[in-house]
């Protein structure tokens, strides 16, 4: 008989993805998981099973939350409000600087050269896209954004827009900075 966790996985997948954001997948060390989760490395590996499928897992799981909260955003106020909030949320939290985006960050680090990444951030990315391409469908149906506009363009643009917002705050930038960019980027939607 197995013997149970000593551990709460959702928080050991949480500290792993803070490691992976800050680190990356190659530059962390086992050591830096083990320390960063809480956990020894015989329940790092009998949970997991490797540093490449707990990567996987937390990259899938950061994908979700993240969502998760643009889509919140997206839910309130008028499109253009919605958007707004979507862009910003989780920018410049002060986890976001120290740590930075998993996802952009995979991006980053792995390219297009690993296919069950690319598979997890496609369909992140699919997924952010059509949120914004359905709030700015709402936009233009309300008259507040150019009736001529490519909705799912605009989403492309979106997310674009949302992963250099994510690095510039990793870099430093402030809330009020990536506000102003959000509300500038905006402007192209009339």
Do not use: W
């Amino acid at each position: 008989m197995a013997r149970p966790s000593e551990f709460d996985r959702d928080e050991a997948i949480a500290s792993a993805i803070r490691v992976f954001a800050r680190h990356g997948y190659e530059a962390a060390s086992t050591s830096d998981l083990i320390e960063g989760m809480g956990i020894g490395r015989q329940s790092l590996y009998g949970a997991f099973g490797d540093k490449r499928r707990l990567f996987l897992e937390a990259l899938r799981r950061y994908s979700d939350g993240s969502l998760a909260l643009m889509n919140e955003a997206l839910a309130g106020g008028s499109p253009r409000e919605a958007i707004e909030a979507a862009l910003l949320v989780g920018l410049g939290d002060a986890d976001d600087l120290e740590t930075g985006c998993l996802g952009v960050g995979s991006i980053v680090e792995f390219s297009r050269t690993d296919a069950e990444v690319n598979t997890l951030n496609d369909a992140a990315a699919a997924l952010v896209v059509a949120a914004f391409a359905a709030r700015v469908q709402d936009g233009i149906a309300a008259g507040a954004f150019d009736a001529g506009l490519d909705a799912e363009a605009a989403g492309r643009m979106l997310l674009t827009l949302r992963s250099g917002l994510k690095v510039a705050a990793r870099g430093g930038a402030g809330r009020d900075e990536l506000r102003q960019a959000a509300r500038l980027a905006l402007r192209g939607l009339r």
